[in-house]
């Protein structure tokens, strides 16, 4: 009777009851439902933050090309300015001036002489250039073979 006891005190070899260091791999790898609407959950709270991550660094990569893109921008306005400034100031001296009036009123100053020469051209005339026919399309020409009247 003492075995009997003995057996039915004994708690039961049964791995839920074992610590879960003892129980078997597959039992300790089972996941109730309520641990995997954590796991679930937390998933997508890491997926929806590396996502907004991602898109601020792309955002920011954005807006570091177009700040570059400005900063060009206006680096060739500042060369244009200066080079607008350098050539105002040209015209504004008084050896263009001169050069400007001979070559525009045809003025001469005192003691000058001015030779002209017939038939020659002025240096600055520029002449047009007629421009060429375009070729007819091959439908066109295939058109008038068949349908243009015969000599």
Known sequence: MNILKFLK???KRD???MPLERQ???KRA???SFDIFNLILVALVVIYILYSVVVNIYKNYQTKIEIDQAREEIVNLQLERE???SLLAYY?????QEIELRRRLLLKKPGETVVALKGAEPL????EI???EAPESPLLEWYDYYFSPRN
């Open 83 to 85: 080079k607008l400034k």
């Open 15 to 17: 791995q839920e009851q």
């Open 130 to 132: 007629e421009e060429e």
């Open 124 to 127: 600055n005339v520029e002449t």
């Open 30 to 32: 089972q996941l109730r």
């Open 9 to 11: 005190k004994r708690p």
């Open 24 to 26: 078997p791999w597959w």
């Open 92 to 96: 504004e001296t008084e050896s263009y």
